[in-house]
Each structure stands twice: as structure tokens, then as C-alpha cells.
């Protein structure tokens, strides 16, 4: 099992900056890619981004590249999202999650935390 923990979520206006972490405790975190998805209301879930188990070559929906980074610090069980140049489209509840292998967007997750809320104003 991994339990997975969100943090970082909060009110901000567009334009902002917003941090949001990911800690992971249970089996060996550096064994699991990472992934970040988002649900905003009455939409379904989607795919934000991942990280591969090694740090190297994060994946971004398109929607997110160039604003949105992921990074990892597996000494600290930890992965981050940090997001810039919020707009109120990116209002949604963000997910972290957990695969042993990777395999794109539509990854079979076989962990996920509680989700963080993020809400952008305008």
C-alpha cells in the first residue's frame, strides 16, 4: 500500500502561483511514477501531468505546458506541482497518484490521495 497525501491547495486569483505537494508513505516511493490529475465540477477527471520514477522527462497535458512543472524529491517521498500563471479554468480538486508503470495519460493509477482544492478567482 501508499498512502498519498495533498497539500498546498487553496483560493488565489489568476495569475498567481500555487505549490502543491504530494507525500507519499508505505512502500518504496521511488518505485512509482507519479502522476497529477484535476476534477473540476461536473467534469470528469483528467490527466495534469507525470513523473517518471527517476525524476527525468516529466509529461504535461497541453493545457498546462509552459505554466505547470512537476518535480520529485524521492529523498523526501515527495512530489510537487508547482503551478504558475493560474486561470480560473484550472479550478478543480488535484489528485496526486501512484503507478508502478507508466504508460501514459490514461495510466491505470493504483493509488490516489484525498485531493487538494484549488480555486482560482478572476
Known amino acids: 500500500q501508499v498512502q498519498l497525501v495533498e497539500s498546498g491547495g487553496g483560493l488565489v486569483q489568476a495569475g498567481d502561483s500555487l505549490r502543491l505537494s504530494c507525500a507519499a508513505a508505505g512502500r518504496t516511493f521511488s518505485n512509482y511514477a507519479m502522476g497529477w490529475l484535476r476534477q473540476a465540477p461536473g467534469k470528469e477527471r483528467e490527466f495534469v501531468g507525470a513523473?517518471?520514477?527517476?525524476?527525468?522527462?516529466?509529461y504535461y497535458a497541453d493545457f498546462v505546458k509552459g505554466r505547470f512543472t512537476i518535480s520529485r524529491d524521492n529523498a523526501k517521498n515527495t512530489v510537487y506541482l508547482e503551478m504558475n500563471s493560474l486561470k480560473p479554468q484550472d479550478t478543480a480538486v488535484y489528485y496526486c497518484?501512484?503507478?508502478?508503470?507508466?504508460?501514459?495519460?490514461?495510466?491505470?493509477?493504483?493509488?490516489w490521495g484525498q485531493g487538494t482544492q484549488v480555486t482560482v478567482s478572476s
Open positions: 513523473i517518471r520514477r527517476s525524476g527525468r522527462s516529466p
Open positions: 497518484a501512484a503507478v508502478e508503470i507508466y504508460n501514459g495519460p490514461s495510466s491505470q493509477w493504483n493509488y
